[in-house]
Each structure stands twice: as structure tokens, then as C-alpha cells.
């Protein structure tokens, strides 16, 4: 199943192979480490050491124990969306969804495997979903944290967007923006055979075109886009195809802007300049520190080694925060008949 991670029980005679292990490889645990407490933290010791003996074991494998059985068990994400429980996103607490102006021609269909948003009718409307504010996790770049989300664009359509004079259209049908707890991040738009990051800083390069690559983004797909540290990477059906620094948007200034709210989560048309249609899967979010482990199998004989075969996560989860976003809409080239509009309504930023 999608957007999983893992979490391992060892067995009493595994743990005390782990403290020698953790002893050598100069990480000290001592046995009291394993008396009861928390699942989450026994975990996160076992990991620790099994990451030590990895790195200083050569050729990365840990000598196992005779009898090492290892009981797997999955736990899902922190989930925005889920298609299987049926319905739109807004329907399942942690998306809102707004649309605008209104009279709205923006429609949203549940279709049985995801929401297919429709904004092409009108490419002046906008409309998609913002995470709930009250039910915002904090994201931490410096920890690092990730949204995970399936998507199809069926169709694109945009109007003559070059704001830079660079030859490059500045405007996307579909966009996806995550934002750190320091409104440090990125956004992404999506074409069908391209995404490129929104260029940040100030005008006339704010809101342009940045780093991009080719893709095919008619093709239903999984992306995981994660934040760590100061740089970004993005990844489709597990293959990374763009990365670069992250951007402070922040300088945006209008009656609509999301740019200002820590912990923002936005996937849906955010421009009067495009529109889209495009089915959403599945979207979650993996908050806290990665240890990036070999998933470990039980041997086959006494003293064969341990076998890699997949990457568990630890996940350090965080309370919700609280602030309630505003958003504001961008001055530069809307009329003042969308600007009213947009006054009034809690949705996500014109990017006219």
C-alpha cells in the first residue's frame, strides 16, 4: 500500500546483538535502554544502532544472530486524502477547498480512484485545496518532511504568461505549494510534459520560471516532494527528476497570500491565467527525521548476513498548529472587480 512506513519488533535475542553492535560501532546504549517505554522510542534506539553497524560494517551488512526473527508491521502517513474511504478531499477534514470568483465554473468529481478538478471552462477561475490551518503539522525543513501525492493532468491550458521576457511561460493549470513552519519552500507547476519550480525573491523575477524538466505528467503517478534542510527534491514513481534550492516568497504582497503562512500545504489552479483538468490521488505527508535502513530479513542459515531490501523511515510527529491563514490577492495585473472578489473569500493566491 501507498505511503507507508515501517516498523520493526525485534526479538530479545536480536536487541542483545544490537547492544554489541552499538557498543563497536561507538554508539553507547546500555541494556536499561530496552526496559519498558514507549514503542516509538525502542524503535528509534533498535534503528539507531542498526544504521552505526551498517555504516562500519564493510560492505554495509551486520553479521545476524542464529535465530533473529523480525515481525514487520506498517503504519500509514500522516494522510491529507485517502480515494479508498471515497469522496471529495474536503470531505475527509484536512483539505479545504475554495474556488473563485464566483459566478464558479470549476468543478470537482469524484470518479471512484481520485477527485478530478476541472478549471478549463473558465480560465480565469481558480479553485483547489489548502491544507486546514487548525490542522496544519509542523513542517520543519531542518528536520525534513515530505508530501506525497498521485496525479494526472488530463489537460493543460494556458494563455501567454512570459512575465520576464526570458521565452518562458510563468503560469501552470496545476500547482503544488509547500511551505516550511519558516514559509520557506517551493512551488511547483505542473504542465503535461514539464514541471518547473516558481522562481521567489522579489520583482520582476518573483513568480517566474526556474529549474524544470521534462515529464510525463499525463501519466497518472506518484510524486514525493520533500523539503530538508535548504534544498528540495522531487520524485516520480520513485525516480528523482528535479531538485534545486528552496525559494522565500514572502516579498508577494496583495489582498490573497499564502506566502506568509508557516506549515502551507496548496495542490489545485492557482492562476487566472491557465486552467487544468486533472484527477488527485492519494496525498499525505511524512513529518520528522528519516533514518534511511535496510529492512531486515531473517537469514537462511546461522551467521548469514543481513539482507537490504527496502528503506524504513522513523517519523518524529508534531502537534497541529494553530494559525489561521489569510489569504491575500497579488496586486500586480488584476482588476479591481477580482480584487473585491478575492477580498472576500478564503481561498488560495491569483497569480493574474
Partial sequence: MLFRRIRVNPCPSLLGALLGVCSSS?????????KPMPVVRIQTAILICAAAALIAAPGGSVAAPSSAPFSVQFEPFVSLYDPARGGLPESQGRLRYAALPPPVDARTTFDGSGTVLT?????????????????????????????RFALQIIE??????DDNGDGLDDRAGWSVTLLASDRRGIELGFWNDRVWAQEGGVEPDLFTQAEGAAINAAQ????????????????????????GALRDYTAFSGSIDPYETPNFVFLGDNTSRAGVRARLGAVAIDIGARVMLPLVVTPASPGAAFTETAASVVQRRSRAGTRRSWFRHRRSGCSPGQASAHRQQDVRPVHC
Fill in 119 to 147: 478549471t478549463t471552462t473558465d480560465l480565469a477561475e481558480l479553485a483547489g485545496w489548502s491544507i486546514d490551518p487548525a490542522r496544519a503539522p509542523a513542517l520543519d525543513r531542518h528536520v525534513g518532511f515530505t508530501l
Fill in 26 to 34: 561507538g554508539v553507547e546504549l546500555s541494556a536499561d535502554g530496552f
Fill in 156 to 161: 493543460e491550458r494556458r494563455l501567454p504568461s
Fill in 220 to 243: 497518472f503517478a506518484v510524486y514525493a516532494l520533500t523539503i530538508r534542510g535548504d534544498r528540495y527534491t522531487l520524485d516520480r514513481d520513485g525516480v528523482t527528476v528535479l531538485s
